[in-house]
DNA sequence: TATGAATGAGAATTCATTCAT
DNA sequence: CATGAATGAATTCTCATTCAT
C-alpha cells in the first residue's frame, strides 16, 4: 500500500534517491556532455527547478552520483578481506567481491566510472576513488611484506598498486560489455594474471580459488 | 633560415599538420567537449573555414587526431620487439617503446588517449586501437605457448592480454601524470607485476632487464 | 485595459500565437531564407530559445505559419457557398470568399502563400494546400456536371481546376501588390475569365454577380 | 575531332555558356539559396574565382540564367503567331508553343521559374519578364478587341491577361511535374479554360484545334 | 588565364540555469 | 513544495567572396 507512495509530497530523502536514480541512468546511457538536465529531471518525474534546489548544479548532481556509486562499491569491498587472511585470499576476495558488484551494476557504476575519465571537472573525484582503491590493495601488499619481514619503496608499492587497479579496471570494462560473462570467473583469470604473472602462466601455472 | 615561408598560402599538408598539431593540443588540454573549434583555429594560426575545409567536423578532426597518434604510437612500438626472441625480452621490449612514446608524448598521446574514453562517439575508434594492441599482445604470448607445446582457450588469452593492456595503459596514465617519472623504470616496474605477478614479487623475486 | 497583464509570463497559448505572428510577418518580409530566428525572435519580444521551445526548428516554424494561415483560409472560404446553389453563383461565392481573405490578410497569406513555392522543404506541405482548393473547385465542377447528366474524364476535370486555381492565385498576387484595388471587383473580374472565357469576353457578354 | 577542344584555355564566350549550363542545372536541382558556388563551379568544370570574373556574383549569375532562359522562351513563342490570325488561333499558337518550350526544358526552366518566384531579389527581373507576357497577352487581346469595334479598360485587359498568365505558368507547373504528360494536350486544355471559360465547358461545348 | 588558399560574417540550435507564480 | 516560463551565452558549421601565385 505504500511502496509508491503517491508520487506526490514525498520527503527529501526519497526525492534525492529518485533523481540520483534517474541521473545515473541518464549519465550512463548518454554520457555527461550529452546528459541534459531536462531529460535528467524528466526522467525522475520531477521538475528541473527541483533538481537544482535538490542536488544543486550539473557537474555537483554529477559528484553526487559519483560518490552514491563509489561508496557503494567501496562498501561491497571491504567487507570481502579480512586483514588475518593470507595476502593472496585477500586479494582474491577484493577482486571477486569488485567484479561481483560490477557484475551487478553493469550499466551503473561501470558506465559511470568511464564518464568521469577524460572529463575533466571529475579528475579531482575520480582521482580520489582509485586513490582509495589503490590504497587498499597497497595496503595489503605492504601487509603481506611486513608478514615477511621484508620492504619495498613506497613509491613502487604505489606503482604495483596502480597496475593492478588499471588491470582490474579494464577488466572490468570488459565485463561490462560482454553481458553473458560470468563475474566470478573474470575474478579469477584477473587473480591469476595479478598473482601469477604472465611468466607462470606461459609455464602452465595456475591459480585456482579454494573452496570458500 | 626559411623552412616556413613567412606565414600565409602555405601547402595543404603543411597546414594539415598544423592544424592538428593545435588539434593535439587543445584536445587534450581541455578535453574533447570543452574545446572549441575556435580555440583550435586561432591556435593553429589559421582560420575556421580552414579547419573545416580541411579535416571536416569536430568529431572527424578529433578521429583524425586519434589516428595520427595511433599510428604514430604503433610505429614506435612495432619495430621493438623480434618474434624470434624469448616473450619475456620482447614483453619487455614492447613496454620500454610504449612508455618510451607517452613518455615523449605526454601530453600528446596519453592525454588524448584519456579524452576519447568515455565519449560514446570514439568508442568505435578506439576500441580498435586498443585491439591493436591487445592482438599484439595477445598473439605474443600465444607463440610462446606454442613454442613450448602447450594452448590455451582463445578467450583466456584475450582477456589475459586485456588485464595487461589495461595494467599498462593505467600505469601510462600515471607517468603522464608524474612528469618527472623515468619511463624506463616504469617500464620496468609494469614488467614485474606483469610477468612476475604480485605473488612472486612478495616473495622478493624481481625480474631485470638483461643489458641490451 | 490589462488583456495583456504588463509583458511577461504569458501562458504558452499565447505566447505561441505572437511568435506565429511574428513569424508570419517577417517571413512574408524578407522571405524564409532571409529571415533569421533572431529577428523573428525579437519582433515577437521573446527570445530565441522560447521559439525553439515552442515552435521548434526554423522550418517547423514555417510549416505552423502554412498551416495556420492555411486553415484560416480554408474557413474563411467553407462556408461561402452552399452546393445546392448554381455552379456559377457557387464558383462566385468562393471567389469573393478568398479575394476578401486575401485582401484582408495581405501582407500575411498572400505573400506567405509566395514564399512556401519553390523552396524545396515546403513544396509537400503546398501542395497539399493547393490540392485541397484543386479538390474544391474540381468537386465543384464535378457536381455541375452530374447534375446536367454529363462527365469528364476526371484527370480533365483535375487540370481544368488547376488552371482556374492558377489564374486565381496570380490575381491574388496582383491583389496583394495593389494596396489600392478592392477584392470584391478583383473577384469579379477573374469570375468573368473563368466563367465565360476570353472568346466570350471578347465578344463583350459580361457576367455579373446578381445582388446577394 | 574538335567539339571540346581538349578542355582547356577555351574562348570566354563557350566558357560562360558552360557555365551557365552547369548553374541552371544546379539552381533548378537545388533552387537557389540551396546552391553553393561551389556546385556550381564544379558542375562546370572549372575553379571558382573564374566564374566571378566571368558572370559575377551569386545573384547575377542567377539573373544571368534567368535572362537566357526567358530569352529563349520568348524566341519560342515569338514566331508561333502573326498578327493578322483570328484571336482564338494567335492565342492557341502561343499557348502551344510555351507548353512546347516547358515541355523540352521541364527541369529546366520550368523549375527555374519556379526558384525566382518568392526569392525577393529577383522580383524585380521575374516582374520584368512576367509583364512581358502579360503584355503579349493583353495586346492579343486589344487587338482582337479593336477589331471589332470595342474597347475594354485597360486595367481590365491587364487583369484579364494576368488571370491567363496565371493559369498558364500553373498548368507548366503541373506539366513539369507530371514528365508523362503530353505538352500538345496540356496546351488544348488550357486552351479550352481560357477561351471558353468554366460555363461553356460545363456545358459539352469543346474548342478544338484547326489541323494546322 | 586559372586556381588553391584563405577568411569575415552570420545563422541555427542547444543548454544550464533562474524567476515568478 | 513545485513548476511553467524565460533567457544569456556559447558553439558548430556554412558560404559568398577574394588574394597571391
Given at each position: 500500500?505504500?511502496?509508491?507512495?503517491?508520487?506526490?509530497?514525498?520527503?527529501?530523502?526519497?526525492?534525492?534517491q529518485q533523481?540520483?536514480?534517474?541521473?545515473?541512468?541518464?549519465?550512463?546511457?548518454?554520457?555527461?556532455?550529452?546528459?541534459?538536465?531536462?531529460?535528467?529531471?524528466?526522467?525522475?518525474?520531477?521538475?528541473?527547478?527541483?533538481?537544482?534546489?535538490?542536488?544543486?548544479?550539473?557537474?555537483?548532481?554529477?559528484?553526487?552520483?559519483?560518490?552514491?556509486?563509489?561508496?557503494?562499491?567501496?562498501?561491497?569491498?571491504?567487507?570481502?578481506?579480512?586483514?588475518?587472511?593470507?595476502?593472496?585470499v585477500r586479494?582474491?576476495?577484493?577482486?571477486?567481491?569488485?567484479?561481483?558488484?560490477?557484475?551487478?551494476?553493469?550499466?551503473?557504476?561501470?558506465?559511470?566510472?568511464?564518464?568521469?575519465?577524460?572529463?575533466?571537472?571529475?579528475?579531482?573525484?575520480?582521482?580520489?576513488?582509485?586513490?582509495?582503491?589503490?590504497?587498499?590493495?597497497?595496503?595489503?601488499?605492504?601487509?603481506?611484506?611486513?608478514?615477511?619481514?621484508?620492504?619495498?619503496?613506497?613509491?613502487?608499492?604505489?606503482?604495483?598498486?596502480?597496475?593492478?587497479?588499471?588491470?582490474?579496471?579494464?577488466?572490468?570494462?570488459?565485463?561490462?560489455?560482454?553481458?553473458?560473462?560470468?563475474?566470478?570467473?573474470?575474478?579469477?583469470?584477473?587473480?591469476?594474471?595479478?598473482?601469477?604473472?604472465?611468466?607462470?602462466?606461459?609455464?602452465?601455472?595456475?591459480?585456482?580459488?579454494?573452496?570458500?
Amino acid at each position: 500500500m505504500s511502496t509508491v507512495p503517491a508520487f506526490k509530497r514525498l520527503p527529501r530523502a526519497v526525492r534525492e534517491q529518485q533523481m540520483l536514480d534517474a541521473a545515473v541512468k541518464v549519465f550512463s546511457r548518454r554520457g555527461f556532455h550529452a546528459s541534459s538536465m531536462d531529460e535528467i529531471a524528466e526522467d525522475a518525474g520531477i521538475s528541473k527547478p527541483m533538481v537544482y534546489a535538490y542536488l544543486g548544479t550539473k557537474e555537483e548532481l554529477f559528484v553526487a552520483c559519483l560518490h552514491r556509486e563509489g561508496t557503494r562499491m567501496m562498501q561491497a569491498i571491504a567487507g570481502a578481506a579480512a586483514p588475518d587472511l593470507p595476502a593472496d585470499v585477500r586479494l582474491w576476495r577484493g577482486l571477486r567481491a569488485f567484479f561481483g558488484f560490477v557484475g551487478a551494476h553493469r550499466d551503473g557504476w561501470a558506465v559511470l566510472y568511464r564518464q568521469a575519465r577524460g572529463e575533466q571537472p571529475f579528475a579531482g573525484e575520480l582521482a580520489t576513488m582509485r586513490t582509495r582503491l589503490v590504497e587498499v590493495v597497497a595496503g595489503m601488499l605492504d601487509h603481506a611484506l611486513r608478514a615477511e619481514g621484508r620492504e619495498i619503496a613506497a613509491i613502487d608499492l604505489e606503482v604495483v598498486a596502480y597496475a593492478l587497479v588499471g588491470a582490474t579496471e579494464s577488466l572490468a570494462d570488459w565485463l561490462a560489455d560482454h553481458p553473458e560473462a560470468d563475474p566470478e570467473k573474470t575474478a579469477t583469470r584477473m587473480m591469476n594474471v595479478a598473482w601469477l604473472g604472465a611468466g607462470q602462466l606461459l609455464h602452465g601455472v595456475t591459480w585456482r580459488p579454494a573452496a570458500d
